[in-house]
């Protein structure tokens, strides 16, 4: 969750840390803190409760002495309360010679903790973090090899951890170790830079290297070594990043989240650039080991997941069991492996996740796969711990998303599963391949009606402004307007920490009828009108079910529908589509609707309370 960048090169230490934290901020923003090692070779660290301005404001009130070297955290709090004190960097050893961040959370440090405190240690700190920080300069102490003991004491550690380090003592180096949590190496020229996702330093170079689970890595200026935990050598993973750092700035937007909602008709587009032809037909070269007696086989898939990525793993479903036939069911990614499922070597695991790095999901991913299960990744994010370990990947081309509350990675994710489900269909031969090529040609058409969608807004924004004060909204959808609904609910509690739920439409009239009462907000996802077996008139009469109980509806149907004006109070339209792929269109009023809202109520909507980007932690 928390967000780790460490630099080694001529330029100026402290504005790259800076920078690279700010871009990094996302991942947690509790408390951040730097450490360099000053070009007089003396350790210095300043770090501050809070957001990374209140660490900006004392370093500008206190100083750093010029530097080369060093290292910055930014934090999602887990042992110990968002205080100065359990602020990182921890410094470690009696000289506070030595200084460590870290990402992640170590499980056995209540022991380690014992240990050090038997031999007399004084910790200044409630983290299990200040643990390592003290056995590691402990053990250099001893050895006086600051790689041997870095390496000796993560070998220690149980649990998820990236950590870094650097001493007074070796100035011209910073180790990294990797277990369980995201680290990249970023390649410069006569420096070298470290970050939990490359985000921290593609300002400066878009050559990077992918550090592989228990690796450790030895960065200098000129050199990048990284080894396993054992000591044997790893030959490095390269690869480019495909943005640039203008792709992680607001561009004049007034928050991230506002321009990664704009982003969306790109993120479709790029989604699909490659893979969908202009006669619908679907190419997923990245699954092209997949064969027809592979799909075929396939008796069973399974999604893993959580939070928004489920509901994209929901909508997906209705699309691959219509298109392929073949059974598919939703599993979040932290229930899935503590039941004893039953998996099967014909049973296909699809994994979503934007940031490649959740552990819930990685570690449901690795439950299958020794159960003897393949692995379909759909990511976001290049080099990502999850692509790797996974048979295929999907990525999403979604570019950075920085906000918090997830909206391009999730219409990227949905997208991608749509492709996925036609690429099945095509395999398994259930559903005619003209008509396949047809639904194909209609999702060719989804970035333009994003689009569409984007330039007609402007009565929710007015609506989320105008219920800023409501204490709760429901909302209702069927077929793929319910994993729609159930994901409007959840960005709303993201950013407006107000009570919202999602429910069933068909499920209303047993139990959350009860919920309705005069002036209540209602949010309805309504199908097209124009399937020959839509769900529309049952909607509506829930429509009409929850009016005649005093709620206020709000309505999100599909443009021409008529009928929707005579019984819902306010009405936002999207585009005609085949129902099927319209929850692209559908949740994106959703988006600014709480985007609006929780502006009205003055909250930060790029960076709510409580939350971070990637859930790195179980």
């Known amino acids: 969750m928390c967000g780790i960048v460490g630099y080694v090169g001529p330029k100026s230490t402290q504005e790259i840390l800076l920078g690279g934290l700010r871009r990094l901020e996302y991942r947690g923003y509790d408390s951040a803190g730097i450490s360099v090692i000053t070009n007089g070779g003396a350790l210095e660290t300043r770090k501050k409760a809070g957001k990374l301005d209140n660490l900006i404001a004392e370093i500008t009130n206190h100083p750093l002495a010029p530097a080369n070297i060093g290292i910055g955290h930014t934090r999602w709090a887990t042992h110990g309360a968002p205080t100065d004190g359990n602020a990182h960097p921890h410094l470690g050893g009696p000289t506070s010679k030595l200084s460590l961040i870290h990402n992640g959370i170590i499980e056995n440090f209540a022991e380690l903790k014992a240990e050090l405190v038997a031999a007399g240690t004084k910790f200044a700190s409630e983290t299990d973090s200040e643990v390592a920080a003290h056995l590691i300069a402990a053990e250099f102490e001893k050895t006086g090899d600051l790689v041997a003991a870095f390496g000796a004491v993560v070998k220690r550690l149980h649990g998820a951890f990236t950590i870094l380090v650097i001493h007074q003592d070796a100035p011209d180096v910073v180790l990294a170790a990797r277990c369980n949590a995201p680290l990249v ?32 890595v030895i960065l200098h200026s000129n050199n990048v070594e990284l080894r396993t935990f054992d000591g044997e050598p790893v030959v490095p993973e390269e690869f480019t990043v495909s943005w640039d750092a203008s792709a992680a700035s607001k561009g004049g937007w007034s928050s991230f989240m506002a ?21 619908g037909s679907v190419r997923l070269a990245e699954i092209d080991g997949l064969t027809e007696a592979d799909i075929k086989a396939i008796d069973r898939i399974v999604m893993v997941a959580c939070g928004t990525a489920s509901y994209a793993c929901d909508v997906a479903k209705y699309a691959i069991e219509k298109f392929s036939r073949i059974p598919v069911q939703v599993e979040l990614a932290h229930e899935f492996r ?31 796969k020794e159960q003897g299960a ?55 031969g259930a559903v005619p391949a003209a008509e396949l090529r047809s639904l194909g040609k209609e999702l060719l058409k989804m970035p333009a009606r994003v689009n569409k969608v984007l330039g007609r807004l402007d009565s929710i924004r007015a609506l989320g402004k105008e219920l800023s004060t409501a204490k709760s909204v429901l909302f209702l959808g069927r077929n793929v307007g319910f994993p729609v609904a159930m994901e409007g609910a959840l960005k709303l509690k993201e950013l407006a920490y107000i009570h919202a739920e999602g429910f069933a439409a068909g499920e209303l009239k047993h139990g959350p009828i009860a919920l309705i009462e005069e002036g209540q907000p209602v949010i309805v996802i309504v199908p097209s009108p124009r399937d020959a077996d839509s769900l529309h008139p049952k909607v509506i009469s829930n429509i009409q079910e929850i009016r005649a109980r005093g709620a206020r509806v709000i309505a999100i149907a599909e443009e021409g529908d008529a009928e929707v004006e005579n019984y819902a109070e306010h009405v936002t339209y999207v585009p005609k589509s085949a129902n099927i792929f319209s929850s692209i269109l559908t949740v994106i009023p959703l988006q600014l609707f709480a985007l609006e809202l929780a502006t009205a109520k003055g909250l930060d909507v790029d960076q709510p309370r409580n939350l971070a980007k990637s859930v790195t932690v179980e």
């Open 185 to 216: 190496v970023g390649l410069g020229d006569g420096e070298n830079f470290l970050g939990s996702d490359v985000a921290a330093f593609v300002e400066h170079t878009k050559r990077a290297i992918s550090v592989g689970q228990n690796q450790i």
């Open 374 to 428: 393949k692995v379909l990744a759909i990511c976001n994010t290049q080099g990502a711990t999850l692509a790797r370990e996974s048979d295929a990947v999907i990525y999403t081309h979604a570019g950075p998303e920085v906000a918090v509350a997830s909206t391009k990675a999730l219409v990227a994710q949905m997208t991608a599963g749509y492709l996925l489900a036609l690429f099945l269909g095509a395999g398994r």
């Open 259 to 279: 321009k990664e909602i704009a982003d969306q008709p790109q993120a479709v587009a790029d989604t699909l650039m490659g893979r969908l032809a202009s006669d």
């Open 338 to 368: 503590y039941r004893d499922p039953i998996i099967t070597p014909n049973t296909l695991i699809v994994a979503v996740s934007q940031s490649g790095e959740t552990m819930d999901t990685l570690m449901a991913t690795r439950f299958a």
